[in-house]
C-alpha cells in the first residue's frame, strides 16, 4: 500500500534536514527585510534638564567610533520640545552628549546599533546636570 502524494510531502517537509534550513531561510529574510526598512542613519532623542522638562536650543553631539577612538560626525540643535534627530548616522558604534552653557551637560552615553545606519529612537532622555 504506497502514502498518498500529501502525506509523503508532509512527511518530507517534518524531516529536519528539509524543517532546519527552511527555518533559517525564513529567520534570514526576515532579517533582510528588518535590515533594509531600519538602515536610514536616523537617531532621535530628547534632552531634558535635572527636573525633567524640555530643554530647547542644547547642542546635541553624535560620536563615532574611528578604529580607536570616538570622534564628532555632527552635532544638531534641539527644539521648543527637546527633541533632536541625526540623520545619516553611518555607523553602528555611537555614543551621544547634550550640553547647553546655562543648563549643564549630560553624560556622553554609549549607543550600540545591531547594523551600520540602524534607525534608532533613544529610549532614556539626555538629562543635563549642572556641574557635570
Do not use: C
Amino acid at each position: 500500500m504506497s502514502a498518498s502524494p500529501r502525506s509523503a510531502a508532509l512527511r518530507l517537509l517534518r524531516n529536519r534536514f528539509v524543517l532546519v534550513p527552511l527555518v533559517l531561510l525564513v529567520l534570514i529574510a526576515g532579517w533582510n527585510v528588518f535590515v533594509l526598512t531600519h538602515n536610514h542613519g536616523i537617531v532621535t532623542g530628547r534632552v531634558v534638564d535635572a527636573v525633567g522638562r524640555p530643554v530647547a536650543g542644547a547642542t546635541v553631539r553624535l560620536w563615532v567610533f574611528n578604529f580607536t577612538t570616538f570622534v564628532e560626525q555632527a552635532s544638531v540643535t534641539t527644539a521648543a520640545d527637546g527633541s533632536f534627530r541625526f540623520t545619516d548616522n553611518p555607523s553602528h558604534n555611537i555614543q551621544i552628549s547634550a550640553e547647553k552653557p546655562d543648563a549643564g551637560r549630560s553624560e556622553r552615553i554609549a549607543v550600540r546599533l545591531y547594523f551600520a545606519a540602524q534607525d534608532r529612537a533613544l529610549p532614556q532622555p539626555l538629562r543635563l546636570e549642572k556641574g557635570s
